[in-house]
């Protein structure tokens, strides 16, 4: 299919290109040893959104200046002892990368590019260690030219700002969210695609709210919409829940009363009807929804039970969605921090807990560290002069690409890309560029190419390609003042960068043996062990964090489902069932006024929830016949003290069946009135 770049798309890439070529004019002017890095960089740090830019920009320029410092201080003293050289700089990079993938924000460039910039700046200088200084003031040099020219033009022409994407996004999640509660409030099943869209939509969003502080106009805002997002999850696992308790009353006989529609058409239209609408509006609501749990808890048997589980949610939703609305109005007002209400929960961001996979950062740092430290060996052993770029590059691939789900995979398809731009720079070196005089020619004839180039990397989808191609060909063209081309430098050049890649290859698919599916399992496995320990946490449960780790784990789970082989039977209800869990032990968790056999029978409960998921966890069949059994008879001792089913242990309980046995037969208790009481909700 032909590739036709939209407008912003040829934007983007004219924008960037002419700050390359202004990048460069300057490193010239300047007589910088390697203009060229300075060209690359823009690449490198060249995003579409200017808080992005400038974001990605800073914490390149501060990664750059520790890395330099690291260079300056080791390779002059180690350089007469060039294994233990080796090990310091690869046990660097891979240090430097273990920090970088436990931190979810821009920060995390800081450390990588400290990583990696010490290898760049540190292996070449081995032949020469008395001019290291030298060298690391010029990388310095040229990367901040690199990335003030970058950011100069990013802000200054045609700015495409991350606070008008966000509006956007915002609107159209909000749609989504509205569409589906409106399924939920009359029965029917949100489509399983549109679940793993809203929660691939909110992690993507987060993504883009930790830039707004980089806008200048937009500074502070970032606590904001870090609260938006997660009441954004919150909000799912409740829709979810509401779906489930009215698809169950829509088969029971006057399951759901006249009044109980009216008061749900009454909430989807008060939710769709936009941000005018604010408490003023959701007061009345939730007014009788506490009219309406009076009355529930009057009618006797499943439907009462049923009706109290669904109320109790539907007040979740309006309160959640009410505190979106006051955020949305703060912010859109310009006003800063939080508005006073919402000042705590487990939306707020203050001390977030947010998920940090320790086990993916190690393995990674390992295969950084081994990839380098085995080039750096190849170096020594042949004593080969373009060695020390095959060290660089497996340093720098194996940084820039931890991340992935399947960098082994992602490091492969850089290294293609890397030889296919090696191919155009044989091309402008042997062919075009000898024939070019003047810095306008060369404009013209790198034009194509670049803007080319340039469009590849404005879409999320061919980003990567167009990275890969534009940076490695700015990087190897080594565009200098006095042009000069030696074909065995660019065929040993080519050969250290193939050689480089080709072990970070290697070594990351031994080491990090890790892809989408066993990224999924393992995060899944995360979330069925936090459930199983609050369960027996008990009173010691720390409530917040152990919501927020599982709704952020929502966000990074769903996401990734689409991507699973079609064997794998994990769906986004799966894990919106599992956060339904963890809330509704938080239920249970916090109540401390049932009557004590009661509590007993709760003890139990959770001790069953503990160990369905531990044997989930060792892969084992997870009995769900010993869970309903301790529900049931929790609920038998509900019914025998009398205690108000209003109180959160049934809320618990009834979400805790629902959640996990949704199938099961429903519980019965005969008593003198022959009253059936039914957990089916």
């Given at each position: 299919?032909?590739?036709?770049?939209?407008l912003?798309?040829?934007?983007?890439?004219?924008?960037?290109?002419?700050?390359?070529?202004?990048?460069?004019?300057?490193?010239?002017?300047?007589?910088?040893?390697r203009?060229?890095?300075?060209?690359?960089?823009?690449?490198?740090?060249?995003?579409?959104?200017?808080?992005?830019?400038?974001?990605?920009?800073?914490?390149?320029?501060?990664?750059?200046l520790?890395?330099?410092?690291?260079?300056?201080?080791?390779?002059?003293?180690?350089?007469?002892?060039?294994?233990?050289?080796?090990l310091?700089?690869?046990?660097?990079v891979?240090?430097?990368?273990?920090?970088?993938l436990?931190?979810?924000?821009?920060?995390?460039?800081?450390?990588?590019?400290?990583?990696?910039?010490?290898?760049?700046i540190?292996?070449?200088?081995?032949?020469?260690?008395?001019?290291?200084?030298?060298?690391?003031?010029?990388?310095?040099?040229?990367?901040?030219?690199?990335?003030?020219?970058?950011?100069?033009?990013?802000?200054?022409?045609?700015?495409?700002?991350?606070?008008?994407?966000?509006?956007?996004?915002?609107?159209?999640?909000?749609?989504?969210?509205?569409?589906w509660?409106?399924?939920?409030?009359?029965?029917?099943?949100?489509?399983?695609?549109?679940?793993?869209?809203?929660?691939?939509?909110?992690?993507?969003?987060?993504?883009?709210?930790?830039?707004?502080d980089f806008?200048p106009?937009?500074?502070?805002?970032t606590?904001?919409?870090?609260?938006?997002?997660?009441?954004?999850?919150?909000?799912?696992?409740?829709?979810?829940?509401?779906?489930?308790?009215?698809?169950?009353?829509?088969?029971?006989?006057?399951?759901?009363?006249?009044?109980?529609?009216?008061?749900?058409?009454?909430?989807?239209?008060?939710?769709?009807?936009?941000?005018?609408?604010?408490?003023?509006?959701?007061?009345?609501?939730?007014?009788?929804?506490?009219?309406?749990?009076?009355?529930?808890?009057?009618?006797?048997?499943?439907?009462?039970?049923?009706?109290?589980?669904?109320?109790?949610?539907?007040?979740?939703?309006?309160?959640?969605?009410?505190?979106?609305?006051?955020?949305?109005?703060?912010?859109?007002?310009g006003?800063?921090?939080?508005?006073?209400?919402?000042?705590?929960?487990?939306?707020?961001?203050?001390?977030?807990?947010a998920?940090?996979?320790?086990?993916?950062?190690?393995?990674?740092?390992?295969?950084?560290?081994?990839?380098?430290?085995?080039?750096?060996?190849?170096?020594?052993?042949?004593?080969?002069?373009?060695?020390?770029?095959?060290?660089?590059?497996?340093?720098?691939?194996?940084?820039?690409?931890?991340?992935q789900?399947?960098?082994?995979?992602?490091?492969a398809?850089?290294?293609?890309?890397?030889?296919?731009?090696?191919?155009?720079?044989?091309?402008?070196?042997?062919?075009?560029?000898?024939?070019?005089?003047?810095?306008?020619?060369?404009?013209?004839?790198?034009?194509?190419y670049?803007?080319?180039?340039?469009?590849?990397?404005?879409?999320?989808?061919t980003?990567g390609l167009?990275?890969?191609?534009?940076?490695?060909?700015?990087?190897?063209?080594?565009?200098?003042?006095?042009?000069?081309?030696?074909?065995?430098?660019?065929?040993?050049?080519?050969?250290?960068?193939?050689?480089?890649?080709?072990?970070?290859?290697?070594?990351?698919?031994?080491?990090?043996?890790?892809?989408?599916?066993?990224?999924?399992?393992?995060?899944?496995?995360?979330?069925?062990?936090?459930?199983?320990?609050?369960?027996?946490?008990?009173?010691?449960?720390d409530?917040r964090?152990?919501?927020?780790?599982?709704?952020?784990?929502?966000?990074?789970?769903?996401?990734?489902?689409?991507?699973?082989?079609?064997?794998?039977?994990?769906?986004?209800?799966?894990?919106?069932?599992?956060?339904?869990?963890?809330?509704?032990?938080?239920?249970?968790q916090?109540?401390?006024?049932?009557?004590?056999?009661?509590?007993?029978?709760v003890?139990?409960?959770?001790?069953?929830?503990?160990?369905f998921?531990?044997?989930?966890?060792?892969?084992?069949?997870?009995?769900?016949?010993?869970?309903?059994?301790?529900?049931?008879?929790?609920?038998?001792?509900?019914?025998?003290?009398?205690?108000?089913?209003?109180?959160g242990?049934?809320?618990?309980?009834?979400?805790?069946?629902?959640?996990?046995?949704?199938?099961?037969?429903?519980?019965?208790?005969?008593?003198?009135?022959?009253?059936?009481?039914?957990?089916?909700?």
């Amino acid at each position: 299919m032909l590739f036709v770049p939209r407008l912003d798309e040829l934007v983007f890439s004219v924008k960037t290109f002419a700050s390359a070529m202004l990048a460069l004019y300057i490193s010239l002017a300047m007589d910088l040893s390697r203009p060229a890095w300075a060209m690359g960089t823009v690449f490198i740090v060249a995003q579409p959104l200017s808080g992005a830019l400038a974001s990605k920009a800073l914490f390149r320029g501060l990664g750059t200046l520790a890395g330099g410092i690291f260079a300056i201080l080791t390779v002059p003293n180690l350089v007469n002892a060039p294994e233990l050289l080796s090990l310091v700089l690869s046990l660097w990079v891979g240090g430097c990368l273990y920090f970088s993938l436990l931190d979810r924000t821009p920060r995390s460039y800081v450390f990588m590019l400290a990583g990696y910039t010490a290898a760049i700046i540190g292996f070449p200088s081995v032949a020469d260690p008395h001019l290291v200084f030298d060298t690391a003031v010029a990388r310095v040099e040229e990367i901040t030219v690199g990335i003030i020219s970058a950011t100069v033009v990013g802000r200054i022409v045609l700015p495409r700002h991350v606070g008008t994407v966000l509006l956007q996004r915002l609107t159209d999640w909000f749609a989504g969210a509205d569409a589906w509660a409106r399924d939920a409030f009359s029965g029917g099943i949100n489509a399983e695609a549109d679940q793993g869209r809203l929660a691939a939509d909110v992690a993507e969003m987060r993504g883009l709210a930790i830039h707004l502080d980089f806008e200048p106009h937009l500074v502070g805002t970032t606590r904001q919409m870090h609260a938006l997002h997660g009441r954004m999850l919150m909000l799912m696992p409740v829709l979810s829940a509401i779906g489930d308790r009215v698809a169950v009353l829509a088969r029971e006989e006057d399951g759901i009363s006249s009044e109980l529609r009216s008061l749900m058409n009454d909430i989807a239209e008060w939710a769709e009807a936009g941000p005018s609408r604010g408490s003023d509006h959701a007061d009345p609501l939730l007014r009788r929804i506490g009219a309406e749990l009076a009355a529930a808890r009057a009618v006797a048997g499943r439907v009462g039970v049923l009706r109290l589980s669904l109320l109790s949610r539907l007040r979740d939703y309006v309160e959640i969605r009410l505190e979106l609305r006051l955020l949305w109005l703060h912010m859109s007002q310009g006003k800063g921090g939080l508005p006073r209400s919402l000042q705590t929960g487990v939306g707020n961001p203050r001390g977030y807990t947010a998920h940090a996979d320790r086990s993916i950062a190690v393995l990674s740092a390992i295969g950084a560290s081994t990839a380098t430290a085995l080039a750096c060996l190849f170096w020594i052993i042949t004593g080969w002069p373009e060695g020390a770029i095959a060290a660089q590059m497996a340093a720098v691939a194996c940084s820039i690409l931890a991340a992935q789900d399947d960098p082994a995979r992602a490091i492969a398809g850089f290294l293609r890309n890397t030889l296919w731009a090696s191919f155009v720079v044989g091309i402008y070196l042997f062919l075009l560029l000898p024939h070019v005089t003047g810095f306008l020619p060369l404009v013209i004839v790198l034009a194509p190419y670049f803007l080319w180039v340039g469009t590849l990397m404005a879409r999320p989808a061919t980003f990567g390609l167009g990275m890969a191609l534009s940076v490695n060909t700015a990087v190897l063209l080594g565009i200098q003042a006095q042009f000069s081309v030696d074909f065995a430098s660019y065929l040993n050049s080519t050969l250290a960068t193939v050689l480089g890649m080709s072990l970070a290859v290697g070594v990351t698919r031994i080491i990090r043996f890790t892809g989408v599916e066993w990224r999924v399992r393992h995060l899944l496995r995360k979330n069925w062990r936090e459930i199983a320990q609050a369960a027996e946490q008990g009173d010691r449960l720390d409530t917040r964090p152990f919501a927020q780790l599982m709704l952020d784990r929502l966000g990074l789970i769903v996401p990734r489902l689409s991507a699973l082989s079609a064997d794998h039977t994990t769906t986004a209800r799966d894990v919106i069932a599992d956060v339904r869990v963890g809330l509704n032990i938080i239920d249970l968790q916090g109540d401390r006024h049932s009557a004590p056999p009661v509590r007993q029978r709760v003890a139990a409960v959770l001790q069953a929830v503990s160990a369905f998921y531990r044997a989930q966890i060792a892969g084992q069949e997870a009995s769900r016949t010993d869970l309903v059994k301790a529900v049931d008879v929790a609920l038998d001792a509900v019914a025998d003290t009398g205690t108000d089913r209003s109180a959160g242990v049934v809320q618990g309980l009834v979400g805790i069946r629902r959640a996990l046995a949704p199938d099961a037969a429903p519980y019965r208790r005969s008593t003198r009135e022959d009253v059936e009481i039914s957990a089916h909700g």
